[in-house]
């Protein structure tokens, strides 16, 4: 990456609305970041059950969320915001609050319609700053979104297994329950637009079928964020079973604070690049510096600063795919393809959470390193193969766009 410039982020953030939006989708999405390590946690240690069978009711969830997420964003698409958000606000407050007093067959049943209806607050936030922002400057707010994203990490699975350490597992699950509520209904108070008034205008013109948008490129693109999140809910999931069987559990906030951080540095230097590797470049190393780690577990602080250059690559990973769907899918079906994304990001999730406990389980927790990061480097090679070995991105389009209003809810 070179020419780096605080410039953009200030531009950015002059924008109106681009700043309270930020912050809204930082609140949204705390009880989502401390969701998964706080359930995995209360199925090992108060269900008594194996992190196999804790991967599974992960994999369930966000098995549902990939399924609900196109169709939701279809739903933003045609309805607006507000009357899916409130939907999904109530199933995600009613599904954490009764989670904890759920035996674990119960729990696995009841985790498939939860991840249907779980707020797609990754698709959504998408949409608010692509309406607000012109193309040319996407790059600096989506890398400000996911820094964004990395201080919810920071925050919220520390949070959560916390409060689980010093109270229980039903605290711990009713508090999340409780913030899905409040999030929910902030975000319905605001209600941002998802597109702004010329958007709108051409959409309510014309609607572009499926085959008509989906392209190679796209297809990359979610393959590209479903490899990034196997990467990553294996390298959490491997972290926590590290200093769990080294009886150091309560610095896994610790571990996952110094891993965010370093994630965070690294989207800030890529959102203000000029010039930046592709995200299928980004992505291989995020997996390839991920396989050292497995010989680097021990002690708990040699972890930490072993994960630091994988993490360095996570957030310009992400930000890098969501600026390429914005870019390429029209926008009357940015809401479809956000849930596209978003569903590839969740089946990574639902995917890489049993695969890589059943390596914990079978091997040891330090393999789950190593496998995630060769599962890693192998779909980053599929998604180079689709479009061709191009290792750099190009600048955001320096053409000037229509004046943006504010839309329409």
């Given at each position: 990456?070179?020419?780096?410039?605080?410039?953009?982020?200030?531009?950015?953030?002059?924008?109106?609305?681009?700043?309270?939006s930020l912050l809204l989708m930082f609140v949204v999405r705390l009880p989502m970041t401390a969701a998964g390590l706080t359930m995995t946690l209360h199925v090992v240690s108060e269900l008594g059950m194996g992190y196999g069978a804790a991967g599974l009711v992960g994999a369930v969830t966000t098995g549902g969320t990939a399924l609900g997420a196109p169709l939701l964003g279809r739903f933003f698409d045609r309805y607006g915001l507000r009357p899916v958000i409130a939907v999904c606000a109530?199933?995600?407050?009613?599904?954490?609050?009764?989670?904890?007093?759920?035996?674990?067959?119960?729990?696995?049943?009841?985790?498939?319609?939860?991840?249907?209806?779980?707020?797609p607050a990754g698709p959504v936030g998408k949409q608010i700053l692509a309406a607000l922002v012109p193309e040319r400057q996407r790059r600096s707010v989506f890398s400000l979104d996911t820094v964004s994203v990395e201080l919810s990490f920071m925050i919220g699975p520390a949070l959560g297994i916390g409060i689980a350490t010093a109270f229980s597992g039903t605290v711990a699950l009713s508090a999340i329950g409780i913030c899905f509520g409040v999030?929910?209904?902030?975000l319905w108070l605001m209600n941002p637009p998802i597109r702004n008034s010329d958007e709108i205008g051409a959409g309510e013109l014309y609607r572009p079928r499926l085959r008509q948008w989906v392209n190679?490129?796209?297809?990359?693109?979610?393959?590209?964020?479903?490899?990034?999140?196997?990467?990553?809910?294996?390298?959490?999931?491997?972290?926590?079973a590290v200093l769990r069987a080294s009886g150091n559990v309560e610095l896994t906030g610790v571990v996952i604070a110094v891993i965010c951080l370093a994630s965070l540095i690294g989207g800030l230097v890529y959102g203000a690049a000029s010039r930046t590797p592709s995200q299928r470049t980004l992505m291989f190393l995020l997996a390839a510096l991920l396989i050292p780690v497995a010989v680097l577990d021990e002690p708990w602080w040699l972890l930490a600063i072993a994960l630091i250059p994988s993490n360095l690559v996570c957030a310009p990973t992400l930000a890098a795919t969501s600026e390429a769907v914005s870019r390429l899918a029209p926008p009357q079906v940015r809401g479809t393809a956000m849930g596209l994304q978003d569903s590839s990001v969740r089946l990574g999730l639902a995917v890489g959470n049993p695969a890589i406990g059943l390596v914990i389980d079978h091997g040891s927790a330090s393999w789950g390193f190593a496998a995630s990061g060769l599962v890693g480097v192998v779909i980053a090679g599929v998604a180079m193969l689709l479009v061709g070995f191009s290792t750099t991105s190009k600048p955001a389009a320096p053409r000037e766009s229509k004046q943006r209003t504010r839309a329409p809810r």
């Open positions: 990456m070179d020419v780096v410039s605080l410039q953009s982020y200030r531009a950015a953030l002059r924008i109106r609305g681009v700043p309270s109530i199933a995600s407050t009613v599904y954490w609050l009764t989670a904890s007093h759920l035996p674990y067959v119960a729990l696995l049943c009841t985790a498939l319609p939860a991840g249907l209806l779980a707020i999030g929910g209904l902030l190679r490129s796209l297809i990359a693109t979610w393959l590209t964020a479903f490899g990034a999140l196997f990467v990553l809910i294996g390298t959490e999931l491997s972290a926590l």
